[in-house]
């Protein structure tokens, strides 16, 4: 049996609430209450919505503000389910945990850490009683692990609306060991504690990283089943992620850990840039990025991390590269602050160094988007012949080569699990009624099978993947005794995220034998860009390079289903750029 899933999805509806009343709650936390119809069930331009539900406690809803302060163009279109972020120049998102949420009474509390910057604290500072804010969530609640003898909260001052919330509601009744760092006692609360919960109180600097870390060091390790859960500064996590997983051991399902802020670099004033130094080209150079890749492909970073202190020669020695080629690399890893050596006590890891000891971050160095990166090398010939780069670079296909690779496409599973956020369009589709059997391919295959059943769909399911894709698939469903792995007739199939990694005749391939297979399938694919990405210009691009083919959009997935004999039905709008196209078989 897999794992219990770790979050429990909610629809995503654009929500307009009113100022009640501004609460300070210390000279640090000041709590702004909110209330309005929308908190309820209601009904916007025809489309009926459910009401409010944050039932975690580290829920968050993502404020929309406006620099310009014109909020009204700054909102996303609301969609029968889910939304959309229209492109919008002026939009402030800010995500923020709700400290209460009283539906009895129509009442949403958010309490603003006071800081004196940032466009949602100087909101929180002008709001009076009247005043209109939207927001939009949660997508997604957390779920705890049933069976715990113990858990930990750690985090900076940040973390107490959701540390506050989880101790009054007690969603676990097991000790509650809390950890927080204020930058000065006026910032400590009132917490409901009860006997057996310790609460330790440490005064650092906001987004201290050594503060946080030795605090959490310094934390009794109870015996029994424990969980942590832990929210600061990103970047002052990451020696808490380490620690934890690398010497404490924690499995991934017990720890938690979100960076709530990052903390800004400041910028350096002119007066201290020298004379002599080179302009910022426009262009950035791929240097960097490449002498990063190599530092986590030779184990430079997870060494230095292990052993503070390292000389040059002793880093070689460990790792077997030749200290030539260790000392090519250094200076360019110093350059970056990856590793550094102020003191000349030894090598040390820096900021961008600790930051690449994330799984996430490393992955984006060394994972399946850094190598669809590396295959723009081939770029210039791949557009001249109306070929995709990776074919070029790889000598095949995307799609043939995850099919021998469990790693690769491991990535793309992980890569699609945020689609489960965004099928309830899907899943409350009439199409549904009666379905006694689905067949399932993608690598969005296990965010379906999860999002049928949030909304209470069981059919039965097929799923029409071999070889590697079948392996990491069936590690992935919550109920595997009612999978059928061989494939097979099924009433509907449901294709998720399977054309983004196929080339257009390896599309119409799949379609054809869909199309033997049952009457109603649906495409679930990334349409166009998320108008909320920063990285919406580099879309196209990043499509052409795993297929051949830019973002598909309806039009060029029409094609695709008449070369295989499907009719468009319909196309339903799921948000952040995704779609699903519904097709009958003609």
Same mark, same amino acid.
């Not at 406690?57 to 009204?72: E, Q, S, W």
């Not at 858990?151 to 919330?165: F, H, K, N, Y």
């Not at 504690?193 to 870390?213: N, P, Q, Y």
């Not at 059997?437 to 296990?446: E, K, N, R, V």
């Given at each position: 049996?897999?794992?219990?899933?770790?979050?429990?999805?909610?629809?995503?509806?654009?929500?307009?609430?009113?100022?009640?009343?501004?609460?300070?709650?210390?000279?640090?936390?000041?709590?702004?209450?909110?209330?309005?119809?929308?908190?309820?069930?209601?009904?916007?331009?025809?489309?009926?919505?459910?009401?409010?539900?944050?039932?975690?406690?580290?829920?968050?809803?993502?404020?929309?503000?406006?620099?310009?302060?014109?909020?009204?163009?700054?909102?996303?279109?609301?969609?029968?389910?889910?939304?959309?972020?229209?492109?919008?120049?002026?939009?402030?998102?800010?995500?923020?945990?709700?400290?209460?949420?009283?539906?009895?009474?129509?009442?949403?509390?958010?309490?603003?850490?006071?800081?004196?910057?940032?466009?949602?604290?100087?909101?929180?500072?002008?709001?009076?009683?009247?005043?209109?804010?939207?927001?939009?969530?949660?997508?997604?609640?957390?779920?705890?692990?049933?069976?715990?003898?113990?858990?930990?909260?750690?985090?900076?001052?940040?973390?107490?609306?959701?540390?506050?919330?989880?101790?009054?509601?007690?969603?676990?009744?097991?000790?509650?060991?809390?950890?927080?760092?204020?930058?000065?006692?006026?910032?400590?609360?009132?917490?409901?504690?009860?006997?057996?919960?310790?609460?330790?109180?440490?005064?650092?600097?906001?987004?201290?990283?050594?503060?946080?870390?030795?605090?959490?060091?310094?934390?009794?390790?109870?015996?029994?089943?424990?969980?942590?859960?832990?929210?600061?500064?990103?970047?002052?996590?990451?020696?808490?992620?380490?620690?934890?997983?690398?010497?404490?051991?924690?499995?991934?399902?017990?720890?938690?850990?979100?960076?709530?802020?990052?903390?800004?670099?400041?910028?350096?004033?002119?007066?201290?840039?020298?004379?002599?130094?080179?302009?910022?080209?426009?262009?950035?150079?791929?240097?960097?990025?490449?002498?990063?890749?190599?530092?986590?492909?030779?184990?430079?970073?997870?060494?230095?991390?292990?052993?503070?202190?390292?000389?040059?020669?002793?880093?070689?020695?460990?790792?077997?590269?030749?200290?030539?080629?260790?000392?090519?690399?250094? $200076?360019?890893? @110093?350059?970056?602050?990856?590793?550094? &050596?102020?003191? +000349?006590?030894?090598? #040390? *890891?820096?900021? !961008?160094? /600790?930051?690449?000891?994330?799984?996430?971050?490393?992955?984006?160095?060394?994972?399946?988007?850094?190598?669809?990166?590396?295959?723009?090398?081939?770029?210039?010939?791949?557009?001249?012949?109306?070929?995709?780069?990776?074919?070029?670079?790889?000598?095949?296909?995307?799609?043939?080569?995850?099919?021998?690779?469990?790693?690769?496409?491991?990535?793309?599973?992980?890569?699609?699990?945020?689609?489960?956020?965004?099928?309830?369009?899907?899943?409350?589709?009439?199409?549904?009624?009666?379905?006694?059997?689905?067949?399932?391919?993608? $690598?969005?295959? @296990?965010?379906?099978?999860?999002?049928? &059943?949030?909304? +209470?769909?069981?059919? #039965? *399911?097929?799923? !029409?993947? /071999?070889?590697?894709?079948?392996?990491?698939?069936?590690?992935?469903?919550?109920?595997?005794?009612?999978?059928?792995?061989?494939?097979?007739?099924?009433?509907?199939?449901?294709?998720?995220?399977?054309?983004?990694?196929?080339?257009?005749?390896?599309?119409?391939?799949?379609?054809?034998?869909?199309?033997?297979?049952?009457?109603?399938?649906?495409?679930?694919?990334?349409?166009?860009?998320?108008?909320?990405?920063?990285?919406?210009?580099?879309?196209?691009?990043?499509?052409?390079?795993?297929?051949?083919?830019?973002?598909?959009?309806?039009?060029?997935? @029409?094609?695709?289903?008449?070369?295989?004999?499907?009719?468009?039905?319909?196309?339903?709008?799921?948000?952040?750029?995704?779609?699903?196209?519904?097709?009958?078989?003609?």
């Amino acid at each position: 049996m897999a794992a219990q899933r770790a979050y429990t999805t909610h629809p995503l509806v654009l929500r307009r609430v009113t100022v009640r009343r501004v609460e300070e709650v210390t000279p640090r936390m000041r709590r702004v209450v909110l209330g309005g119809e929308d908190l309820a069930a209601f009904t916007r331009n025809g489309i009926g919505h459910p009401g409010f539900a944050a039932p975690g406690f580290d829920d968050h809803v993502k404020l929309i503000l406006a620099a310009d302060g014109d909020v009204r163009a700054a909102l996303p279109a609301q969609l029968p389910h889910g939304i959309e972020w229209t492109p919008a120049e002026h939009r402030l998102t800010r995500d923020y945990t709700p400290r209460r949420v009283d539906l009895d009474a129509g009442e949403l509390h958010l309490d603003f850490v006071v800081h004196g910057e940032g466009p949602a604290e100087s909101w929180s500072a002008a709001a009076r009683e009247g005043d209109e804010l939207w927001f939009v969530g949660p997508k997604s609640s957390l779920r705890l692990p049933e069976r715990l003898d113990w858990i930990q909260l750690v985090g900076d001052e940040t973390a107490l609306p959701a540390i506050g919330r989880f101790l009054d509601e007690r969603p676990l009744d097991v000790p509650a060991h809390v950890l927080v760092t204020v930058p000065d006692d006026a910032a400590r609360q009132e917490l409901a504690l009860r006997d057996g919960d310790t609460v330790t109180w440490v005064l650092a600097e906001r987004g201290d990283a050594a503060a946080l870390e030795s605090a959490v060091r310094a934390l009794p390790v109870p015996a029994g089943e424990g969980y942590v859960w832990a929210a600061a500064e990103s970047r002052a996590l990451l020696p808490v992620r380490r620690y934890l997983q690398r010497e404490q051991k924690l499995p991934k399902d017990r720890v938690n850990i979100t960076g709530y802020w990052h903390r800004e670099e400041p910028a350096v004033p002119e007066a201290e840039a020298t004379a002599d130094a080179a302009p910022a080209p426009g262009i950035p150079s791929p240097l960097p990025w490449l002498a990063a890749r190599a530092a986590l492909q030779l184990g430079v970073v997870d060494a230095v991390a292990d052993t503070p202190g390292l000389s040059a020669g002793a880093l070689a020695a460990r790792l077997g590269v030749p200290g030539p080629g260790i000392a090519v690399l250094l $200076p360019l890893l @110093a350059a970056y602050d990856v590793v550094v &050596d102020a003191d +000349g006590s030894g090598l #040390r *890891l820096g900021a !961008a160094g /600790e930051e690449l000891l994330d799984d996430h971050e490393r992955e984006e160095y060394t994972g399946h988007e850094a190598d669809l990166l590396l295959a723009l090398a081939h770029l210039a010939p791949a557009l001249r012949d109306g070929t995709s780069p990776w074919r070029l670079a790889s000598g095949a296909t995307l799609h043939d080569t995850v099919a021998d690779d469990a790693e690769r496409y491991g990535e793309l599973v992980e890569e699609c699990e945020q689609l489960v956020f965004l099928l309830t369009g899907l899943t409350a589709d009439p199409l549904w009624e009666g379905v006694k059997t689905c067949l399932l391919t993608g $690598p969005g295959s @296990a965010s379906m099978a999860a999002a049928l &059943d949030d909304a +209470g769909r069981r059919p #039965r *399911l097929r799923i !029409a993947e /071999e070889g590697a894709p079948a392996e990491v698939l069936r590690g992935q469903f919550p109920a595997p005794d009612r999978i059928d792995w061989t494939g097979g007739p099924a009433d509907v199939a449901v294709a998720a995220k399977a054309l983004a990694y196929r080339t257009d005749e390896e599309a119409v391939r799949l379609l054809t034998r869909l199309a033997a297979w049952t009457g109603t399938a649906v495409l679930v694919e990334a349409s166009r860009p998320d108008g909320l990405s920063p990285h919406a210009a580099e879309a196209a691009l990043h499509a052409f390079t795993a297929t051949g083919s830019p973002l598909r959009d309806s039009a060029a997935l @029409a094609v695709l289903a008449e070369r295989s004999g499907w009719q468009v039905e319909r196309t339903v709008a799921l948000g952040w750029g995704a779609e699903a196209t519904v097709l009958r078989r003609a």
